[in-house]
């Protein structure tokens, strides 16, 4: 055996200790990982373990049952004093986070503010998984579940952009005084998140002046504690 001989044997041991503790350290690692998986599922299993599951059904539609009652109005300009300035009362509510919360807005607004024909707000909305809005995604109008209005009949709308929140209010029908719309939903995340009407109902030209442009009228907080 000669020089290059033990040289070559040196390298070839090496290199094989050299793959083995590689190989060693990547075992390790996947070991790792899997177990910071199965620490982060449990994690994340207790964390919607906390949310009843007999709550959540048809895809996140949450259940009215012991949910928080929450009521807003929306009165007309001649009821609040200040004509053609409609107004959501109170303008800046909170609710509960976490935790199921039914919103009751009774309309005295019998005027439409047609949405364009294309326009998505007559939808009604509210899933936002990066918010944890939980839902949403139905309302009552009168007691009957609907997820949509047409543009045509729209009045107002509850829209909070941050949750993806929409729910859409039709003019009260004729020969009624008022309309009761109500959207059951739950938000994970505190906050304070604005809300406004999008639907032109406000002064001017277009629609979007006087209540649309003035907090406290047809824009405002919730506040998520
Ligand atoms: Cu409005």
Known sequence: ?????LWQLW???????LSRSIRFNILLGRALLGLIAVIFGAALGSCSSSTPSSQIANGGVLS??????VNLKIV???MD????WPEYQPSNFS???????VLTIVSYDDGTAPLPPASPWGMVSGYNPANGVVLGGTETVDGNQITSIPNSDISHTLTVPRLLINIPIPAVPSGKSSITVTYTFMVKEKGTFRW????????????MGGAMDTTGWMTGFMEVK
């Open 1 to 5: 055996m000669g020089w290059k001989d």
């Open 11 to 17: 390298e070839t041991w090496r290199a094989t200790s």
């Open 81 to 84: 004093g200040h004509p053609g």
């Open 95 to 101: 609710i509960p986070v976490d935790k199921p919360v």
């Open 64 to 69: 009215s049952q012991g949910a928080t009652p």
């Open 196 to 207: 406004l009407c999008v639907a032109p109902c406000g002064s001017g030209a277009l629609g």
């Open 76 to 78: 007309t300009g001649k």
